[in-house]
């Protein structure tokens, strides 16, 4: 049964210590699958507050992230309806601008196999520059070309800024953004969940 194996593989997520020295709070993976899901989120890596209480995007990111996709918190925690699959799914510590990258060998060990555990999902969100340079082939060299051209990666993938407070500049710079972007995903979303 495969809701037995991707349970099984969520498991051994959950277990993973495999770059466990590098990291300064030690593992804590914080994933969520669930078989029927058919959204899934690929984001960066947790930050601290969701290394201490296990709940992916339980932080101001995630309160921006869920308002742009203009989804409730029943909706977004509920695994057999979104997927929460980070590049990093621990903590990776600190450096001199933010949060370090996500551990490179995190998506490596894990992704493929998960994806191939998650045979509903239709649409993929890319948040942030690593997400993206991972997913995404041919693409344009900066995030903002990248969101600029969301068309060019439907229906299956859509690119968006990280929804980090720390990116309140960027998304003044680009208002293209919220008027026109956001809106175009929320009825990709509205289309997907009405399915
Ligand atoms: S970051 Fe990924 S590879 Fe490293 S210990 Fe956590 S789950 Fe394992």
Sequence with gaps: MIDDELERLAQQVRQCRACETELPLGANPVIQVG???RLLIVGQAPGTKVHHSSIPWNDPSGDRLREWLGMDKARF???QQVAIIPMGFCYPGRGQSGDLPPRK???QLW?????KQ???IEVILLVGQYAQN???ADKPKTLTDTVRQWQNWAPRYFPLPHPSPRNALWLKKNPWFEEDVLPA???RLEHLFAG
């Design 77 to 79: 925690y509920d695994p």
């Design 111 to 115: 992704h493929q196999q998960l994806l």
């Design 185 to 187: 995903l929320r009825a």
């Design 35 to 37: 078989r029927q899901a």
């Design 134 to 136: 991972y997913y995404l």
């Design 118 to 120: 998650l045979p509903n």
């Design 105 to 107: 060998e995190c998506a």
